[in-house]
């Protein structure tokens, strides 16, 4: 019913910046939220940023002064262009919306397919 399209990710230099996008696409009604998860090896997967259709954001402390997260409402596309990056932030990036398909709640989870950033020192 609905997909997410993640594009950007890669190699980058500690220090340096990556940009990431995911647009959503399908039978859409209205986003509530849209966010990017990470899950490094080993680890739990951990949001990273989050922001609403009303503009309220959440950040990951650890990545509150480095990364930004934007959202494009009338194109369902939200970006998180990550600086100054640290070794720390290698890890496989998911980009996931709130969707309601309907005009009547409740909103599913939908989950795109992961990018991986590896950030060398």
């Known amino acids: 019913q609905v997909q997410l399209l993640e594009s950007g990710g890669g190699l980058g230099q500690a220090g340096g910046s990556l940009k990431l996008s995911c647009t959503a696409s399908?039978?859409?009604?209205?986003?509530?939220?849209m966010s990017w998860y990470r899950q490094a090896p080993g680890k739990q997967r951990e949001l990273v940023a989050r922001?609403?259709?009303?503009?309220?954001?959440d950040y990951l402390e650890s990545v509150r002064d480095r990364f930004t997260i934007s959202r494009d409402n009338a194109q369902n596309t939200v970006y998180l262009q990550m600086n100054n990056l640290e070794s720390e932030d290698t890890a496989v990036y998911y980009c996931?919306?709130?969707?309601?398909?309907?005009?009547?709640?409740?909103?599913?989870?939908?989950w795109g397919q992961g990018t991986q950033v590896t950030v060398s020192s």
């Open positions: 996931n919306a709130q969707v309601m398909t309907t005009p009547y709640p409740p909103a599913n989870n939908y």
């Open positions: 399908g039978r859409i009604f209205h986003i509530n939220a």
């Open positions: 922001i609403f259709t009303g503009g309220l954001i």
